[in-house]
């Protein structure tokens, strides 16, 4: 089974600022890499899949790079409405396909 | 639109039993895997398992494998996730969610197992 490994735990951010989120693979997954994004009490919503594919909908603020083990989501300009929890998951290969721990982006 | 429409809020004893429900719409049902994603109160994403429906071939995590199953009546679109023997600690929020990466995600399905 991969593992998922997110970092920071925790994310400070001001308004308006750029948020870096980490996200790394036990093994290599290729690009088969997604970023989830859930408020409170919201299912989640797909970002990005593809490790850098936006979703239908997802604001360009939002992005992916990485492949293999290492993979990062920038968010460019924080909006009030970004604060939340960022999940990334692999999808490569053979099940399961598991979820990193989170990270959860708060304002500062 | 693409809509996944899940069952209601379930109440339950232990060692009750349990089948919970997913409903696709919006696209070809048959052709998308579904998958179930399991949240406990405060805490992360858990993947399950995951069904393709035009042949019911399932895949489970094996942290939920003999706990659960999945199926699905492709005829009416819908997707399953059911329990033999609910525990309290099955008290979560269940997701469905379509694709391999999660396209789309019905609303949740608050399972609570309390005696």
């Known amino acids: 089974e991969i593992v998922m490994t997110q970092s920071p735990a925790t994310l400070s951010v001001s308004p308006g600022e750029r948020a870096t989120l980490s996200c790394r693979a036990s093994?290599?997954?290729?690009?088969?890499l997604a970023w989830y994004q859930q408020k409170l009490g919201q299912a989640p919503r797909l970002l990005i899949y593809?490790?850098?594919m936006r979703a239908t909908g997802i604001p360009a603020r939002f992005s992916g790079s990485g492949s293999g083990t290492e993979f990062t989501l920038t968010i460019s300009s924080l909006q009030s409405e970004d604060f939340a929890v960022y999940y990334c998951?692999?999808?490569?290969?053979?099940?399961?396909?598991?979820f990193g721990q989170g990270t959860k982006l708060e304002i500062k | 639109e693409v809509q996944l429409v899940q069952s209601g809020t379930q109440v339950k004893k232990p060692g009750d039993s349990l089948r919970i429900s997913c409903k696709g719409s919006?696209?070809?049902?048959?052709?998308?895997?579904i998958a179930w994603v399991r949240q406990m109160p405060g805490k992360g994403l858990e993947w399950m398992g995951i069904?393709?429906?035009?042949?019911?071939?399932?895949i489970y995590s094996p942290s939920f494998q003999g706990q659960i199953t999945i199926s699905v009546d492709k005829s009416i679109s819908t997707a399953y996730l059911q329990w033999r023997s609910l525990r309290a600690s099955d008290t979560a929020m269940y997701y469905c969610?379509?694709?391999?990466?999660?396209?789309?995600w019905g609303q949740g399905t608050l399972v609570t197992v309390s005696s």
């Open positions: 093994q290599n997954v290729n690009d088969n």
């Open positions: 919006g696209y070809n049902f048959a052709t998308d895997w």
């Open positions: 593809g490790a850098s």
């Open positions: 069904i393709y429906p035009r042949d019911s071939d399932t």
């Open positions: 998951q692999h999808y490569n290969d053979w099940p399961p396909f598991t």
């Open positions: 969610a379509r694709r391999q990466f999660l396209e789309n």
